[in-house]
């Protein structure tokens, strides 16, 4: 893809799907450490997200950094809004930040059965 | 690639200079760090802008040379 149809993908997917994660790999197999963390925890919390693997597409990977103004993969995007890499999302999570933006957002989620 | 970890403390006390920076070789490779990072600058910022931030003043080293830097930014 041409750089602009990049951009214009990546603004489609991540308006068309609540959950986003640009990860490397799948969300059943995840080829990167940081984004099995991710995954990890978008599992642990019930949360059902579109995985888009940049490993299958150069210009994506490469587009995402621009995109995002992030360097790294992965990322995660929720209701169309950039939410973070690995350490952000991470550092949410363990603060219980993540669950309350999820359902701030009206993401299902469990963790609501999980605190209780 | 590597990056040493004096120069990723070096570029980021450059962008902060009142910056306390704790980095951390977590796989002895010159590959794969951890850097803590406090300073003033952060106060107001989101975590994304708060890593941004860092990420310019490692002038596109990551990802790139630096494949791995866990990051925790903090305004004291």
Redesign the interface.
Known sequence: MIEQDVQDWIGKQIVANDVVLFMKGTSEMPQCG?SMQVAQILGHLGVDYEDINVLDDMSVREGL?AFS????VPQLYVKGE???????VR??FQAGELQEMLKAKGIANNAQTETA | MAMAAADIERLIKERFPDAEIQIEDLAGDGNHYSASVVSKDFRGKSRVQQHQMVYEALQGNMGGVLHALALKTTAP
């Open positions: 940081f950094k103004n992030w360097p790294t950039f939410v973070g890499g690995c350490d952000i550092e949410m």
